[in-house]
């Protein structure tokens, strides 16, 4: 086995790479993969180091996308209530304009915006609305009992598993 500085260096090569091409197999990347398939007995605890770090490196940008969605969000919610706030600072001072030294705030015509509370809407302005959604238990049952159905199959049936060798 690698000794872990190898293995550490490796990890952040493959990592870099993978996040360089958003995901998709560089030639360096399949290089790898097609060492890893002429190895895979000898490689096998190098490439469980490899997966766990991958794991460890996609749950630490979920949590950053995650973060930066918030923080997007946020702003988006400031600039909305900063406008809210300068629309009605303008409309009380009975202005149609404000100007700054850089700057022109003016209120102009729009559409008008629609707001509803569902609870006061009577009926007849309301939509039924009806989905149509696979029951896949279902699917998944009949096509497990032989039955054919367009537009359904069974597919996989292996999945790989890593656990410490004994």
Known sequence: MSDLATLLHEANKLEENILENNGEL???????????????TTKADNLQFILGR??????????????????????KNFQKRLKERIRQAIEQSNKTQVEGSQVVFKLTGGKK????D?????QEYKLQLVTWE????R????LESGQKIPGA???????LRAYPKK
């Open 134 to 137: 696979p029951d896949r238990e």
């Open 26 to 40: 560089s030639p360096e990347v399949e290089q790898l993969l097609d060492q890893v398939s002429s190895e895979l």
């Open 54 to 75: 991958m794991k460890t490196a996609e749950e630490h940008w979920k949590k950053q996308a995650d973060y930066m969605a918030k923080v997007s969000r946020a702003c």
């Open 153 to 159: 199959s069974l597919s996989g049936g292996t999945q």
């Open 139 to 142: 699917i998944k049952s009949a």
């Open 113 to 116: 915006r629609l707001e509803v």
């Open 118 to 122: 569902e609870n006061l809407l009577p």
